[in-house]
């Protein structure tokens, strides 16, 4: 009897034949043998090996792998609606060695060969970086890449997806209007633009995934990745005019030691904002899924979400660095911790035109000047830090330098930033530039990429750095080092 199994393979039951014996004559059968029509081979199951087996009934109705029909022959074997295959009696064996006619009912419960899994090869990220003049020639690049990349490795069975930064670095709704015509304060009249100037480095985050693991394997990620790298090298094949690039990005240093102060977080007992009411709670208090208060491009307080440790070290003992402003706020964090800052200079400019035939003002001027996103070990006394509660500048007053004992923390959340003990901060640092350091954390940002690519990732890490985000902090350290000697605007645009 036979019958073709959920999967669409060939399953054969019992008969008349020959068993493993030496015995040629014909005798009954209980085996079970499946055909992979794939691999067009068989593969015995279940049944005896022995003919004229008996069978073993178990309890009425109740599924085991112990029980069996007793070898047989002239069953009747149907299937209703693609259920389990019936069995209904036959001339053979029941649970005596007496051979006679049957009139027992089995109900097959399909055995099929378990495949050896196969592993989901884990996606490959390459990182690009090209000099591009306008958001056009930047997003003229993200496609010609992902079509050149496609072309060469005319390979369906891989994936080619490119993301950018495009939208950090060229903002759509560029702000005019930066500081209050009113001379008795210092809150700012128009959201603040976090922006730059000059050319612009253009950070191109392209993955490599298998769509079917059938006829895809790391082997052929890897190769993907490393023929694509060498294609892009010919850069006059797909670059558009005004661009420049790939810039030589060499082999990742190991990941810096996070100890002694460098690493980029602030202490347990720092407070965030978490709502539009001004509650606080310490940083050692955050959790993911937590809701807190974060701030768009332009410098706007919105609720946002805790997706992840950046860096989680309740035990750490490291230097932070104590930032006073003149309203009594005091924010601690890290050297190498990115925070909102507007220079000395451009205050004095702004006093100078204030002061200066100020009621002759027209409205619509304004300075052209923007907060920059920088190392705290930069902030000097007179600077001016960002109050994102009030909207206002807030002078430096003092810094100084202490250890903390309970921990560091850094979170990220998706818009990139926190506001911590009163004052605008990015979550980011190491790398001096709070938009490349959005940009290519995206697939920590986004659900789908954090759920599929957990591991990969590190998002769920319990202690230290996010494995990923440490990977590229070291790669980031080389491609600065590269380009240091290259005339760029560094990037403090925001996405």
């Excluded at 002239?74 to 009696?89: C, E, H, M, T």
């Excluded at 003229?140 to 990349?149: A, D, G, L």
């Excluded at 990620?221 to 090298?233: F, I, N, V």
Aim: proline content about 6%; glycine content about 8%; overall charge neutral.
């Amino acid at each position: 009897m036979s019958f073709m199994d959920a999967l669409g393979n060939l399953q054969l039951f019992g008969g008349l034949g020959i068993g493993n014996s030496t015995n040629n004559a014909p005798n009954f059968l209980n085996d079970l043998w499946v055909f992979d029509l794939s691999s067009r081979q068989w593969a015995w199951i279940n049944g005896s090996t022995q003919v004229n087996a008996i069978a073993d009934y178990g309890v009425f109705n109740v599924t085991s792998p112990n029980v069996v029909p007793g070898a047989r022959y002239g069953s009747v074997l149907w299937n209703i609606n693609d259920n389990d295959p019936i069995l209904f009696g036959g001339d053979g064996y029941s649970n005596t060695s007496a051979i006679g006619f049957l009139n027992d009912v089995f109900t097959l419960a399909e055995v099929l060969p378990t495949p050896t899994p196969t592993p989901t090869p884990t996606p490959i990220f390459i990182t690009e970086v090209y000099l591009v003049p306008n958001r056009t020639v930047c997003a003229e690049v993200q496609v010609n890449i992902t079509k050149y990349i496609k072309n060469t490795l005319a390979n369906r069975s891989v994936a080619v997806n490119v993301t950018s930064n495009c939208d950090s670095i060229f903002p759509l709704s560029p702000v005019i209007h930066l500081f209050s015509t009113k001379r008795t304060t210092t809150k700012l009249s128009e959201p603040i633009a976090f922006r730059a100037s000059g050319d612009y480095q253009a950070i191109y985050n392209i993955l490599f995934a298998c769509i079917t693991s059938s006829t895809c394997n790391s082997n052929t990620l890897s190769q993907a990745a490393t023929t694509s790298r060498k294609a892009l090298s010919n850069s006059s094949a797909y670059l558009p005019a005004g661009a420049i690039g790939p810039l030589a990005t060499p082999t990742p240093e190991p990941e810096p030691a996070f100890t002694d102060g460098s690493a980029v977080c602030f202490p347990a007992d720092a407070s965030v904002l978490i709502d539009d009411q001004n509650h606080v709670v310490p940083m050692s208090q955050i959790r993911p899924g937590m809701k807190v208060m974060g701030a768009d491009q332009h410098g706007r307080l919105v609720p946002d979400t805790v997706l992840s440790w950046l860096h989680y070290e309740p035990s750490a003992v490291g230097e932070v660095l104590v930032i006073a402003t003149a309203s009594g706020k005091r924010l601690r964090l890290t050297r190498h911790h990115l925070v909102y800052r507007l220079q000395q200079q451009q205050q004095q400019q702004k006093d100078r035109y204030m002061n200066e035939n100020w009621y002759q003002r027209r409205p619509g001027t304004d300075l052209g000047s923007a907060f920059e996103a920088v190392y705290a070990e930069r902030v000097r006394v007179g600077d001016a830090l960002y109050d994102a509660v009030s909207r206002s500048l807030d002078r430096v007053v003092s810094i100084e330098s202490t250890q903390t004992l309970h921990g560091l923390y850094a979170p990220l959340t998706r818009t990139g930033r926190l506001v911590v003990d009163g004052l605008l901060v990015s979550c980011y640092g190491t790398y001096p530039s709070h938009a490349v350091s959005h940009a290519v954390l995206w697939p920590a940002r986004v659900d789908t990429l954090r759920g599929r690519w957990a591991s990969m990732l590190g998002v769920h890490h319990t202690q230290g750095m996010m494995p990923y985000a440490a990977h590229l902090y070291g790669l980031w350290t080389s491609i600065d080092r590269v380009s240091h000697g290259i005339k760029v605007g560094m990037i403090t645009a925001a996405c």
